[in-house]
């Protein structure tokens, strides 16, 4: 048998321990609902008829304040919830369980929003494709000859072809050979190590003049004049003239390299920006 002491020292303890719990709830590191409010009631009215002295009745004071902080605690959670339309797993997953299969279908439909359809041939898509291919006419009625105009066929003398820019002013051969010759004359004046950086070369005053230097340079490298020195990695190019032509270059398989000469490089090496 318990006396009289060692009972209220045990009703004390308990009181604590649920003050502890409370205060645990109020700064919302537990769950309101873990606190089983008619227990601890039933524990308060246990203890409540042998507590004699102030501090025994300020202790069972501060459990009735705290369990009504729970409370409004927990008030507010169901609020919460019942606001956000918020349903409980455990409750959803009963319902699943209980549910048919046609009525979680029904669910399953009446929530579907598929992204994608299916398309297939219907009788009537086929219809109306015999429609369309009975409306169109003969083949030989849709793709008829168109009639050629006839132009008639004349000459031209090389002047015309000079004036007109197709050729130029000297045999070809004749011109590239003083295209060479600058060449060498320009890498002895502002070059470097026999070579000399590619737009300094083609460069000049009007677009038009660079592109034919650029379409002449393409030639004293393929018939041997001259050669490519690209580095891939600082980016650059540089031509370097042979002081003979190499004939092997016009019998050997060489690799092909294409050079852009656009308007807005040419823009750029005339404002000296580099390319």
């Known amino acids: 048998m318990q006396t009289q002491k060692e009972h209220k020292k045990l009703g004390r303890e308990k009181l604590e321990r649920i003050i502890e719990m409370c205060n645990a709830i109020e700064n919302r590191t ?4 873990v606190l089983n409010i008619d227990e601890i009631i039933g524990v308060v009215k246990e203890y409540f008829p042998h507590w004699e002295h102030p501090d025994e009745l300020n202790l069972d004071s501060e459990v009735l304040h705290h369990l009504a902080s729970v409370i409004k605690l927990q008030s507010e959670w169901v ?4 606001t956000s339309l918020y349903t409980d797993p455990f409750l959803l997953e009963e319902r699943i369980k209980r549910a048919s299969k046609q009525e979680l279908l029904d669910v399953f439909l009446g929530a579907w929003h598929p992204l994608i359809e299916f398309e297939r041939i219907s009788l009537h898509s086929l219809a109306e494709g015999l429609r369309y291919w009975e409306a169109l006419g003969p083949i030989g009625e849709r793709w008829k000859d168109q009639a050629a105009d006839e132009v008639a066929t004349g000459t031209t003398s090389r002047e015309e072809l000079v004036a007109q820019r197709v050729l130029g002013d000297k045999e070809f051969s004749e011109e590239l050979e003083c295209y060479w010759h600058e060449l060498k004359v320009k890498v002895a004046e502002k070059g470097q190590d026999g070579k000399i950086d590619y737009w300094e070369f083609i460069g000049a005053d009007t ?3 660079t592109v034919q230097r650029a379409f002449l340079t393409s030639f004293l490298v393929t018939y041997g004049y001259a050669t490519l020195e690209i580095d891939r ?3 650059t190019i ?3 003239p ?14 092909s390299v294409p050079i852009v000469v656009s308007f807005e490089d040419w823009q750029k090496w005339k404002r000296g920006d580099g390319r």
Do not use: N
């Not at 537990?30 to 609902?33: A, G, S």
């Not at 609020?79 to 019942?82: A, G, I, L, T, V």
């Open 30 to 33: 537990v769950d309101p609902f």
């Open 238 to 240: 540089h031509i370097k």
């Open 79 to 82: 609020k919460h919830r019942s």
């Open 233 to 235: 990695l600082e980016e």
């Open 242 to 255: 042979y002081d003979k032509p190499r004939t092997q270059a016009l019998s050997v398989q060489s690799t």
């Open 207 to 209: 677009y038009e003049e």
